[in-house]
């Protein structure tokens, strides 16, 4: 059965007091709406349509960076989740497979959670996820009799007895599209909102002799974001489950509480991630490499055997093979570093090839950019780089060549060759001893004028 993910991002989310679209707001540095899209992404879903609103524009660029495949349509009003739904309708006409219902500022649903819902498919028509809730606050209440779903209560609607109900609706639905579809367009919005809630697709089915159930997960997976307050009580959810993970697959951190991961970060068995390391999105770290205290990692590969830091910052396209060495205050952006290949002190490596076992000495910068364009620096196998080197772009240092320090080269140095590029050295004998005595006798006299 084929499966489309319609994803609700329409709300203001007003009380984030923002400009910026509530489900634009970074967990682990990438947007709630992002981690609500690969939570949806586990059930392969043959189309995801999101429904953008406040912010469209800046939704949108947001979701086709992830996923250009995405459809965005837009909800010009915010009437109620049943109107957003029905926005998706048009882009999935003639889709005669599951729709499932997600919402942007909820975005920690595990895939075996939505797996199980896919399962009670087969038993209902409808299905709805719901958990426990410690506080039941103004979630909507699902009203059970046994395991069928009689009806959703919305909290503002809700009798003092259903208030007292704990088990709550986390706003996923699953249905097949053609059906949820009529059942939204049934919906009205005589309610103490006046919304179109999407919660009354339930009741409706029913009266028409389609059945209804309800999944539950634990509560921190429907964690829904309506405030900076739960934004940073979300960061926290995720990088403690982020930290236990790790910790679960053989990967040393001698202080957890003070190392941040992405959604997507891998990192290998018998890795040592030192205190104080940010990942960014987009970062594998294969195992036993060490990854030292300060460093930032994004969008890069570290090979087995590669030590990154401390004070290390690897930007997106780093690709550090076996054995490589990036020491402190060292930056490598879009670059392949092969085997055993050493940048150890404080340098700027962009848009370059480095061969096995190469050196790089400290302060060597890659000149790679001139203003308008990026320019490739390409060096060989074992060459040694001297310290505060630039290499001006486009470049080409071959095999086994060096550079002496303090050399600016602009011009590709052939295998075997040392290039020098600096003013030739002249010593003046006693020069500074004369200099110096001109200079304080000097002062004195100045002293005494005054
Ligand atoms: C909704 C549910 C409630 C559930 C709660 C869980 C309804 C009527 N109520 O309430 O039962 O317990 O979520 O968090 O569905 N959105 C749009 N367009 C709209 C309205 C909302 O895109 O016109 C989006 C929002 O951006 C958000 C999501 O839908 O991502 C939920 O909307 P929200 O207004 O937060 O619903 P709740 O009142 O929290
Ligand atoms: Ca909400």
Redesign the pocket.
């Known amino acids: 059965m084929p499966v489309a993910l319609i994803v ?6 007003t009380r984030m007091n923002s400009d910026l679209p ?2 634009l707001h970074p967990v682990a540095g990438e947007a709630m709406l992002i981690h609500a899209m690969a939570a949806g992404a586990a059930l392969d879903p043959a189309r995801v349509v999101v ?4 912010g469209a524009e800046a939704v949108r660029t947001a979701v086709l960076a992830h996923d250009p495949e995405a459809q965005v349509v837009i ?1 010009a ?8 739904v029905a926005q998706a309708a048009p882009a999935l006409d003639g889709f005669a497979g599951d729709a499932v219902v997600l ?4 975005p920690f649903i595990r895939p075996e959670t939505l797996a199980r819902m896919a399962q009670a498919r087969a038993r209902h028509d409808i299905v709805v996820l719901g958990f426990e809730a410690a506080d039941p606050g ?4 699902l009203v059970m009799a046994d395991d069928d779903l009689e009806r ?1 209560v ?2 503002k609607d809700a009798t003092e007895a259903e208030r007292a109900i704990t088990l ?4 996923v639905v699953m249905a097949a599209a053609p059906v949820l579809f009529d059942l939204v367009e049934a919906v009205g919005n005589d309610n103490a ?1 006046g ?6 697709i339930v009741t409706l089915a029913r009266a028409r002799g389609l059945s209804a159930t309800a999944v539950t997960c634990a509560e921190a997976e ?1 964690l ?1 974001v ?1 405030s900076r307050a739960e934004l940073a009580g979300a960061e926290a959810a995720f990088q403690a489950r982020a930290r236990a993970e790790a910790l679960e697959t053989g990967v040393t951190l001698p202080a957890p509480e003070t190392v941040h991961f992405a959604r997507d970060t891998v990192v290998g068995r018998d890795a040592l991630i030192e205190p104080y390391v940010v990942f960014g999105p987009g970062v594998t770290v294969e195992s036993g490499a060490l990854i030292r205290s300060f460093s930032h990692l994004e969008g890069c590969h570290v090979s087995r055997g590669a030590v990154v830091g401390p004070y290390a910052r690897l930007r997106p396209g780093a690709e550090l093979s076996e054995d490589v060495r990036i020491g402190n205050f060292v930056e490598i952006k879009n670059a392949l570093l092969a085997e055993g290949a050493k940048v150890n002190h404080l340098s700027y490596i962009g848009d370059a090839e480095i061969g096995e076992g190469s050196n790089i000495g400290a302060g060597t910068v890659t000149c790679n950019y001139d203003g308008v364009f990026k320019h490739r620096t390409t060096i060989g196998k074992g060459v040694f780089i001297g310290s505060d080197t630039m290499l001006v772009a486009p470049v080409t240092v071959g095999d086994g060549a060096m550079t002496g320090s303090g050399s600016v080269i602009s011009r590709d140095v052939e295998p075997g060759a040392l290039a020098l590029a600096r003013a030739r050295q002249e010593n003046k004998p006693g020069f500074a001893t004369r200099f110096f005595a001109r200079l304080r006798a000097l002062k004195s006299q100045m002293g005494k004028g005054a």
């Not at 919304?195 to 009354?200: F, H, K, R, V």
């Open positions: 609700l991002a329409a709300g203001k989310g509530k489900v429904v953008a609103g406040h909800q009003e915010q009437l109620g989740t049943a109107h957003a919402y942007g500022d909820t103004r979630y909507g209440r959703i919305e909290f709550c609706n986390s706003g909102a919304e179109y809630y999407l919660t009354d429907t829904g309506n």
